[in-house]
């Protein structure tokens, strides 16, 4: 059974919304492969979670038209997984000795998705340097005859790596530099927000307000998957409710229940803002990740690009610190912190 939350996600580009640079980008690249009936060229998508990296991937493969094969980066361990991954390739229209194209038509180049591609191991991306450049890749093999393994260059099927990451930086350089399409997604501003939350609905076949769809808009931190699991929740509200929809009621007690406040900041929002404004001097990322008892990437990822949106907190070279609004937000007086600096 397929989770609802698949149902929301766009099937082609034109359902694609926001990112305008990137689809642009994208839809140039289809246009070109199609024409030339070659393979989408290579692609790296980096930003944070839930602005539609997998969606676009997806995508991409629809307007292709070929195979799609996800996997996640640590799964794709060594020499061995990598191949087994490779082996699943359609290589249908190839001469199976040689490599070379026998049959045009039958050529389906597939999509291999790799989400948090900066999981994998050095040698593990150095592997797939000629695969990404020529379409051939040096490993082992055991000679059927001798029972002896040797390293050769083998060829492989045409197809297309999609590598998905918010850590683009812990990647190899050259590895990176293979890449043709190297993109970086933003979050979505409010009226995009509204325009997903529309489009979500109606896949889900949700009957809500305008006014809730703003309301939820608002506080989705500019991420689509936050917004679509606060429509489900709002949606599980007006049942429990025994509202025939979802209005602006249901989407504030879902609020209060989530414990989302009115600048859409979590529990553990303000559970980091609380511990700066007690502080107030400068903290390293794990200081401040210990102290609320979370892990770096989810204060790094998660918590503190909404933070750093409203100027509630600020990122130094000195560490985290909390902002004038960040305080008063918190209900802190000023004359508490007097002495210290601290920035507007």
């Known amino acids: 059974?397929?989770?609802?939350?698949?149902?929301?996600?766009?099937?082609?580009?034109?359902?694609?919304?926001?990112?305008?640079?990137?689809?642009?980008?994208?839809?140039?690249?289809?246009?070109?492969?199609?024409?030339?009936?070659?393979?989408?060229?290579?692609?790296?998508?980096?930003?944070?979670?839930?602005?539609?990296?997998?969606?676009?991937?997806?995508?991409i493969a629809n307007e292709m038209k070929v195979p799609f094969f996800p996997v996640l980066g640590a799964?794709?361990?060594?020499?061995?997984?990598?191949?087994?991954?490779?082996?699943?390739?359609?290589?249908?229209?190839?001469?199976?000795?040689?490599?070379?194209?026998?049959?045009?038509?039958?050529?389906?180049?597939a999509i291999i998705?790799?989400?948090?591609?900066?999981?994998?191991?050095?040698?593990?991306?150095?592997?797939?340097?000629?695969?990404l450049e020529d379409f051939k890749i040096s490993m082992k093999?055991?000679?059927?005859?001798?029972?002896?393994?040797?390293?050769?260059?083998?060829?492989?099927?045409?197809?297309?790596?999609?590598?998905?990451?918010?850590?683009?930086?812990?990647?190899?350089?050259?590895?990176?530099d293979r890449f043709m399409i190297q993109a970086s997604f933003e979050t979505y501003t409010e009226e995009e927000m509204v325009l997903i939350a529309r489009n979500s609905?109606?896949?889900?076949?949700?009957?809500i307000t305008e006014e809730a769809i703003a309301d939820i808009a608002a506080k989705s931190r500019g991420v689509p998957r936050i917004l679509n699991r606060f429509l489900l929740r709002a949606r599980d509200v007006a049942i429990y409710s025994g509202n025939q929809g979802i209005d602006s009621k249901c989407v504030m007690e879902m609020f209060d229940i989530q414990q989302i406040d009115e600048l859409g900041l979590t529990k553990l929002d303000r559970r980091v803002l609380e511990y700066l404004g007690e502080v107030?001097?400068?903290?390293?990322?794990?200081s401040v990740a210990q102290a609320v008892g979370e892990d770096d990437g989810t204060i790094e990822n998660i918590v503190e690009p909404w933070l750093l949106k409203l100027r509630l907190m600020v990122r130094t070279s000195q560490g985290r610190q909390i902002t004038e609004?960040?305080?008063?937000?918190?209900?802190?007086?000023?004359?508490?912190n007097s002495g210290i600096r601290l920035i507007a």
């Open 75 to 109: 799964s794709v361990r060594d020499e061995g997984t990598l191949k087994n991954l490779l082996a699943k390739l359609p290589s249908d229209g190839y001469n199976m000795a040689t490599g070379e194209i026998e049959d045009l038509d039958k050529i389906r180049p």
């Open 113 to 131: 998705f790799i989400d948090e591609i900066h999981r994998m191991k050095k040698p593990v991306t150095e592997l797939l340097h000629t695969a």
């Open 280 to 286: 107030i001097r400068p903290l390293g990322l794990s």
């Open 201 to 207: 609905s109606k896949a889900i076949g949700l009957n």
């Open 141 to 176: 093999m055991k000679n059927p005859l001798t029972g002896r393994s040797n390293t050769g260059l083998y060829w492989i099927p045409k197809f297309t790596l999609i590598g998905a990451t918010n850590y683009l930086g812990d990647l190899p350089k050259p590895f990176v």
């Open 1 to 59: 059974m397929r989770h609802e939350t698949e149902n929301v996600r766009p099937k082609t580009l034109e359902d694609f919304i926001g990112q305008r640079n990137l689809a642009r980008e994208i839809r140039i690249a289809l246009t070109s492969a199609t024409l030339r009936r070659d393979a989408f060229p290579h692609a790296i998508l980096s930003g944070a979670p839930g602005l539609g990296k997998t969606s676009l991937a997806e995508v």
């Open 325 to 336: 609004l960040g305080l008063k937000h918190m209900g802190h007086s000023l004359e508490e």
